[in-house]
């Protein structure tokens, strides 16, 4: 079955201790991205990445950092996560390397992180 | 900037009504657009994408449409049921790979 699997699905951190969520796809995608969802806000983008160790900045990349080592994978790391960092975040993939939208899009479960 | 807006935010409707929520845009400069379900407490799920060449695509009792010149795009639901209540989701892609999204409508359809 095609999919997009996050861990964890929820997550309750004290600030300033470092976290990690994972993403795994299994559609040998090569774009792959993270965005965050926010009441009156909408889903921002964080990062994106085009394939293999290619990533680049979405909307609001700031305290966040990613790798792309292998093309299943896309983890999502905070550093030194803070409060305004509290969110539900998604991880997503589509199959084409000239960006998300070009094809359908799959998306993860989601990750609610509360950073108290 | 690329914005988009949906409207309406929240719309309740019986069961069997056809519908039309809608979805604009403010920089007609796009490649395509893709509307997206979801589900309290679960991802998005794509319904239907439509490429800048298209005018419209359908899947099952789902249609939607494209008017780049005006920014607009509308997603009709045909004989809608209890089980399309969710929260439906456009998004826009241009010239760069970070998409925009709406801020969504929730749909409930009530027996």
């Known amino acids: 079955e095609a999919q997009v699997t996050q861990n964890p699905r929820y997550l309750i951190t004290v600030t300033g201790k470092k976290l990690t969520v994972t993403c795994s796809q299994n559609m040998n995608h090569e774009y792959m991205s993270w965005y965050r969802q926010d009441p009156g806000l909408g889903l921002r983008q964080i990062y994106y990445s085009m394939n293999v160790e290619v990533t680049d900045k979405g909307d609001v990349p700031e305290g966040y950092k990613v790798s792309r080592k292998e093309k299943r994978n896309f983890p999502l790391i905070l550093e030194s996560p803070s409060p305004n960092q509290t969110s539900l975040y998604f991880c997503?993939?589509?199959?084409?390397?000239?960006?998300?939208?070009?094809?359908?899009?799959?998306f993860g479960q989601g990750t609610r992180l509360t950073v108290v | 900037k690329q914005e988009v807006t949906q409207i309406p935010a929240a719309l309740s409707v019986p069961e069997g009504e056809n519908l039309v929520l809608n979805c604009s845009f403010t920089?007609?400069?796009?490649?395509?657009l893709q509307w997206f379900r979801q589900d309290p407490g679960k991802g998005l799920t794509s319904l239907l994408l439509i490429q800048s060449s298209q005018r419209e695509q359908t899947s099952g009792r789902l249609n939607a449409s494209l008017d780049k010149s005006s920014g607009r795009s509308t997603l009709y639901i045909a004989a809608s049921q209890p089980g399309d209540s969710a929260t439906y989701l456009c998004a826009v892609g241009g010239g760069s790979y970070i998409p925009t999204f709406g801020r969504g409508t929730s749909l409930i359809v009530h027996p």
């Open positions: 920089d007609s400069a796009i490649y395509n």
């Open positions: 997503a993939s589509s199959t084409t390397g000239t960006g998300f939208m070009n094809t359908e899009a799959f």
